[in-house]
């Protein structure tokens, strides 16, 4: 039986909460649409549903949090050292690893995600809430265009998938599912492939870049991993993490056409031949244990959101305005739910403990 009830904000909820039907209000207001699709509807069903603790509705497989540190490559042109890249020469970071599949589905041809925070960044921020924080959030997945162009394609999209029509779409907008086909691929680690942020961001005052961060060496180490097991990129992670530090670059890919290389457009590729991504900064994961007591659990409660950020890096396009919205939303609610803070953490968490103590012999 459904439950309703009048919130503080006036907007009555139910639960279990219903699918809105098609068109859901992407007509009419894409970004409030897609805020109560991903999180009133998808996030809460999955609460209503008993799934404790509450989680984020997508990217909820963790492969594991990392300790690391981002470096600035010294010396570089005074055009490159805008925001984080002329600040500070190395900052701390916390890194999670996920992939976009629903409980119960494999590891095997998810979409691979890493969110990125990097913490002692000054000046103020976008996000009214964290305005003062001291952290700046990358967010990237490993494939380099999004399946659909706009918030409201977005919209429409999720509102037909959520009603099962997820095909009616599709055959409307064929570029769609081949996009869907080929980010469904066969990861051999998630410390061996190329991220992007696929959707642009402003640097500086009139300038566009993407980022990227790309493998410093191909993942070696242990063999090829074991694609029956439904978590292999966990295991493969935490093994090698422990063997060894990985480190990726990171790139800037710099708008040079507004034709080819538009703002609003995801599923359009900016062509890496047309402008060649530039290497500004180093992400250091060094060696180290994933399963430290504390750790997966500290980034599980983190919100990566690339509205965390400093006006030079400002996320551009109505995805981008979209995401502004639910990102927030999102955290907040399962944050809410799960009893733990929802401000941003004012230090980073110290990459190691001391050593328990024995108590043998006491
Ligand atoms: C309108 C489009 C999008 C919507 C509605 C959306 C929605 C969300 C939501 C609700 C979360 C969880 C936030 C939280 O609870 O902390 C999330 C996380 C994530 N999204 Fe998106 N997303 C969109 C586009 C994208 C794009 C273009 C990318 C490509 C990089 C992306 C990659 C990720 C990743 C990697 C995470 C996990 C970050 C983490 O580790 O916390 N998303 N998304």
Redesign the pocket.
Known sequence: MAISEEPLDGVPRVYPPRTPTPPCGCDSDPIAA??R???DVF?SGALSRGRDPA??????RLHGVAHGRLVVRPGLPADLRVGVFGQQPEYSAWI???S?VQPGRPDLKG?V???VKLFGVAGEKLLPADREAITQDF???N?DV?F?DT?RD??EF?CLSLNGKADDYISQHPITGQILDDMEKVVESALGIP?????PSRFGADRFVKYKLEPESPATGPPVPDYADPFYLRADLHARLRQQEARFRLLLQFQTDPDTMPLDR?TVRWSERESVPVHVATLILPRQDLDQRGQAAY?EN?????WRSLRDHEPVGS?AE??RV??E???D??RNVNGVPVAEPATPRPASWPARRSTAGR
């Open positions: 897609l805020r699709l991903f999180v996030q989680t984020r509705p997508v990217f909820l999670r690893f996920s976009d979409t995600g890493i969110g967010v990237f997945q494939h999004f659909v918030a977005m919209c999720t991220y992007w942020s696929v959707l995801a980034g983190l919100s990566f959101s690339p995805i979209a995401r639910v990102y939303a999102s955290a609610n399962r």
